[in-house]
Each structure stands twice: as structure tokens, then as C-alpha cells.
């Protein structure tokens, strides 16, 4: 600090504004204008390196290795904007944020991480810099269930690329740190942190907001504080790598500090299918079906002469589960033991009552995997194994 103290007296007598030496203008009068104005930068520029070195002496190791990661990576998260055409205008319908992990280097190409509800049914889609500048951008592919969508642009500006960690290696009470654009860009690059509070928690996705869930995510559980806009953006740890990529909070009046990420592995796994083909497939079984709740009213408006049509038999008192209407030939349902008629009680273990819920537990499983689906056919129940390939 005296040595701080020192330049500012220094610097005050170079300006003119302090003479403790009682200096004659003549006395120092071979120096040249350009000489003082560049002795006056250099100490101006040691007393701000001097309160810099100050200040970080004062803040703690975890301050300074926030601060730090922020600088570096920070300008890896942007903004991503959705615009819809409305009679022949693109008008911005929807804003949220993203992450550049990878850069084509002889194309000037960045790829970025983003969430599939921010770029959802978009027309165009745009990447905002800070300086609010909007840049072309491509979708190369998305996929609803996980919520995660991959674009592209081009630049000459050279824009850090984000380090992707290892989510498997996570803890419970470890920093999160949280970047995006909550609420748009007026807090464009927003600085959160909070820490790990729970591990793959299992939450309910109903992304065609029907009211039945489409997927069951297993997210990352944090409080750093996230707001709408946030979606897209990065998660990090203290060590400025990418964890997580933030999609949802719970909002409540009764509810604060609960907020969700992608974990990251399972960023990369998506993502890379999604830069080969675009979209991720899932296993199917190769069956058209019918809700048995369904064909029981259809069947009732038909006696009751309301509409025509073929009576389907359903056994008596059944009143839920799913009708195998058709199966494809050379599917999974084909190569098994599945027959026309089938009504699928069970999946696995799961109860299986209408044929949203039949359709979630498949999307759910996995290639490979073999399942049991219990089934009545022809007053009794049986239990048919398959295993899931694809077709």
C-alpha cells in the first residue's frame, strides 16, 4: 500500500495538482508532453495492478478461482434467440442461452449446445453476442425427450470453447456455477453460484403438455439461482468445467433454490448421435394399438346405433390396457411371440393401463434390453420376452 501511495503522489505531481517539492515548471520543462502523458500510463497502470493485487489478497481461494473460470469460459456461454415468421417478418419469439463446445477451426464453425425448448418450432434461429450482434444460425439436430438441441454459426471472432467435465464424478455440496441470460439480454452473461444438492433425480417431462408425462429425465439438482433465459446455459464446476446445461426450476410460491441440469455425460452421448444423424432413435416394438377404454365406448356407440362400424370383442370386465391392433412384420413384435388381439397388461412391472403409458416405458428402455410384456389372450394371462433391437 505505500508503494500505492507513493504513485498517486507521483502521478498527482505529473498532472499538476500537488507540489510537495515546490518544482519550477522549468525544472522539468525538457520533458516533452508525450513524455508525461506515457510516464503518467505507466503509473496509473501500477497503482490499478497494485489495488488488483490488493483486492485478490482479500478475497477468498474460492473467490479468486471464480473469477477466474468466468474469464476463461465465460464468454462460452451465449445467447440463443427463436424467431417465428409472421407475415413475412421474423419477429423474436423466445430467448435463451447456449454453449460452445467445439470449433471447426478451417470453417471459423462453432458448434453449440442449447435446449430443445428454446430453439422449439423455430424459423430461424440466432446466436446473440454480448454487444447484442445476431448471428445466422443451423440446427444440425434435437431431440424433445432430453430436451437438447445442437446448432451451428460461423465467426471470425475468437470465442472460447467451454471444457465438458465427467457428471459421474459429481458430489453432493460441491460449487455450481451457473451462466446464461436470465429474463433476455438486458443480463446478458448473468453469474450464479449455489451448489450440487441432489444427484440424478428422476423428473417427469411433458413436453407435448397434455398432462401425461412423455419422459422421465435424470437431472442434476442445484440452488445456483436460474431464471427463464438461463435455459441452454452452462453449469460448471469450481475447476471451469461444464457439468450440466440448465433446462428447468420448480416454481412455486412454496419453493426457492430448486433447480435442474442435463448432466453432462449424458450431453455428450446426445450430442453426438444428434451431429451424425441429426435425431436419436429409440427403440420401437412395431405395433399399432388401440387404448382398451377407447374400443369400450367405440364398441358402445356402435350397439347404441350411433355410428357403424366392427365391434372389437373385449373380454368382460376389462376395462384398461392396450389392444395390439397390428403388428409389422420383421419388427420386435414380429419377432416375437406377440400376437393380433393381444391385450398388454404389464410392461416389465409396470402396469400398463392406456397407450401413452406402453409408449413412455418403451422410449424409456434401452437397445438391447429385454423386456416382458404380460398379456391376455384368449381369457388367460401369459408373459412374452423380447428383446428391444433396432429394426
Known amino acids: 500500500m505505500k508503494k500505492t501511495i507513493l504513485l498517486i503522489l507521483m502521478a498527482l505531481v505529473l498532472v499538476g495538482c500537488v507540489n510537495p517539492f515546490q518544482t519550477t515548471e522549468k525544472e522539468y520543462a525538457q520533458l516533452s508532453e508525450a513524455d508525461l502523458e506515457n510516464i503518467k500510463t505507466q503509473i496509473l497502470n501500477e497503482i490499478r495492478e497494485d489495488f488488483h493485487d490488493e483486492y485478490f489478497s482479500q478475497i477468498s481461494e474460492m473467490e479468486q478461482k471464480i473469477i477466474s473460470l468466468i474469464k476463461t469460459y465465460g464468454g462460452s456461454v451465449l445467447g440463443v434467440s427463436n424467431y417465428k415468421e409472421e407475415y413475412g417478418i421474423l419477429l423474436q419469439k423466445a430467448t435463451g442461452s447456449g454453449v460452445i463446445y467445439k470449433k471447426d477451426q478451417d470453417k471459423d464453425l462453432y458448434y453449440m449446445i442449447t435446449n430443445e425448448h428454446v430453439i422449439r418450432d423455430a424459423d430461424a434461429i440466432g446466436v446473440v453476442l454480448e454487444d447484442k450482434t445476431v448471428l445466422d444460425a443451423t440446427l444440425i439436430g434435437k431431440d424433445a425427450n432430453t430436451d437438447l438441441a445442437v446448432i451451428t454459426f460461423q465467426t471470425t471472432l475468437a470465442l472460447p470453447v467451454a471444457k465438458l467435465g465427467d457428471s ?28 450440487i444438492s441432489g444427484l440424478s433425480r428422476a423428473v417427469e ?83 399399432s394399438v388401440r387404448d382398451v377404454a377407447e374400443i369400450l365406448q367405440f364398441n358402445n356407440m356402435i350397439e347404441s346405433g ?24 420383421n419388427s420386435n413384435a414380429g419377432r416375437s411371440d406377440l400376437k393380433v388381439g393381444d391385450i398388454i397388461t404389464k410392461f416389465n412391472s409396470v402396469e400398463i393401463k392406456n397407450v401413452d ?10 437397445f438391447g434390453e429385454e423386456i416382458s410384456l404380460r398379456v391376455l389372450r384368449g381369457g388367460r394371462y401369459i408373459v412374452i420376452h423380447l428383446v428391444l433391437t433396432k429394426d
Do not use: C
Not at 459421474?168 to 455450481?176: D, F, V
Not at 403409458?357 to 434401452?366: A, D, G, P, V
Open 306 to 329: 350411433i355410428v357403424e362400424g366392427e365391434i372389437i370383442p373385449i373380454p368382460l370386465g376389462v376395462k384398461t390396457g392396450v389392444y395390439v391392433a397390428e403388428i409389422t412384420p
Open 168 to 195: 459421474s464424478k459429481l458430489e453432493k455440496g460441491q460449487y455450481a456455477i451457473a451462466v446464461g441470460n436470465p429474463l433476455g439480454y438486458d443480463y446478458y452473461g448473468s453469474v450464479t453460484v449455489g451448489h
Open 205 to 287: 417431462v411433458d413436453y407435448e403438455s397434455n398432462g401425461t408425462p412423455d419422459w422421465i429425465a435424470s437431472l442434476i439438482q442445484h440452488d445456483a439461482a436460474i431464471s427463464p433465459g438461463n435455459s441452454g446455459g452452462a453449469l460448471f464446476d469450481i475447476a471451469g468445467n461444464v457439468i450440466g446445461i440448465n433446462n428447468m426450476k420448480i416454481v412455486s410460491d412454496t419453493v426457492t433454490g430448486i433447480g435442474f441440469a442435463i448432466p453432462i455425460n449424458t450431453v455428450i452421448e446426445i450430442v453426438e448421435e444428434l451431429e451424425e444423424h441429426g435425431k436419436i432413435t429409440r427403440p420401437t416394438l412395431g405395433v
Open 357 to 366: 403409458k406402453l409408449r413412455f416405458q418403451i422410449e424409456m428402455s434401452q
